[in-house]
């Protein structure tokens, strides 16, 4: 048994190789979510021009990030067990097998403030969870390379 | 446990503090960055010569619940696609292998008078056909009849022996 989950931060699912290529990943990997940051477009829309071709229902849209941004979370029907939202993360619990499993889609705040709170909120770990997301922070000089001032 | 290298390194240092928060929130929830494949860094700044900036803006982390309960947590980054950021694909996955045993007659079962019976009775009964297919049918249903008599009326003998 396999479960996957599939971020991106797209940035405009408007060009059509975006549309393109989310169509066949989704088609090759049998992706159980998907989280796409900042579409820039609206739900029906992107519904119009991707969604139809593929079996994924929308489960949540957090509201706004940064102004436009926003994260969407879509999800294959009827698996879908509890779903948790914030202004920065979706949590979406699952329960396959009588087994219980999450996925947290994290779309980080740039602003050092608002990042705290999202340390602050996103801890709650009590069964298997795996995170995924753009934290928007790395973790140590090893996580960058280039950018000679 | 985790813990952040800080060096001097020519360039763009990032942000000790937020990363520092980062890595607290990182160790007091218990959460591990997994193994990936490809490429290390999933943000580029898509500018030319020395003005590249490449940096791992995206994880994929997992609890120590879900690595006790998961075989394998894998995450995979995409090549750079139209977006700055590539696409992340985390998989969670368990081994479903199920060894399926061969079947075999044990002796003991002939002193229980009910598994002769049994054996009696599912000889009796009638198939119609050539002889070898009347043959292979009746050892066929005679072994589906007996596993389930023996799981569900004989029981597991070394659970009766542990009892006694």
């Known amino acids: ?149 | 446990m985790l813990c952040s290298r800080w060096m001097t390194v020519k360039g763009v240092t990032p942000n000790q503090v937020s990363c520092n928060e980062f890595l607290d929130w990182i160790n007091t929830n218990d959460l591990s960055c997994m193994h990936f494949t490809r490429s290390c860094y999933n943000w580029c700044n898509v500018r030319k010569g020395l003005h590249r900036i490449h940096r791992r803006l995206n994880r994929a982390l997992y609890n120590g619940v879900c690595l006790d309960e998961w075989d394998s947590c894998t995450y995979h980054v995409f090549v750079k696609n139209c977006s700055d950021h590539y696409p992340i694909i985390s998989s969670l996955a368990r081994n479903s292998l199920r060894k399926v045993s061969n079947f075999c007659f044990f002796s003991l079962w002939l002193q229980d008078t009910s598994c002769l019976k049994l054996i009696h009775d599912s000889w009796d009964n009638k198939v119609v056909g050539c002889p070898t297919f009347i043959l292979q049918h009746k050892l066929k249903r005679f072994k589906i009849e007996l596993r389930d008599w023996n799981k569900n009326s004989f029981g597991n003998v070394h659970n009766a022996v542990l009892l006694k």
Not at chain 1, 15 to 31: A, D, G, P, R
Not at chain 1, 57 to 71: E, G, I, Q, R, Y
């Open chain 1, 1 to 149: 048994m396999k479960v996957s989950s599939f971020f991106w931060n797209v940035r405009g699912l408007g060009n059509y190789k975006i549309v393109e290529m989310l169509i066949s990943l989704l088609k090759l990997h049998k992706l159980v979510l998907i989280f796409l940051v900042k579409p820039m477009m609206s739900y029906t829309d992107a519904f119009n021009v991707l969604f139809k071709f593929v079996n994924m229902h929308l489960v949540a849209m957090s509201p706004t990030v940064n102004k436009a941004a926003k994260l969407w979370c879509l999800s294959v029907p009827n698996l879908v067990q509890n779903v948790l939202v914030n202004d920065q993360f979706i949590s979406v619990t699952y329960l396959l097998h009588d087994k219980c499993f999450s996925f947290a889609g994290v779309y980080g705040s740039n602003t050092y403030l608002a990042k705290l709170f999202l340390w602050r909120d996103l801890s709650f770990f009590t069964w298997p969870w795996c995170i995924l997301g753009d934290f928007n922070v790395v973790l140590s000089v090893d996580d960058c390379k280039g950018g000679d001032s």
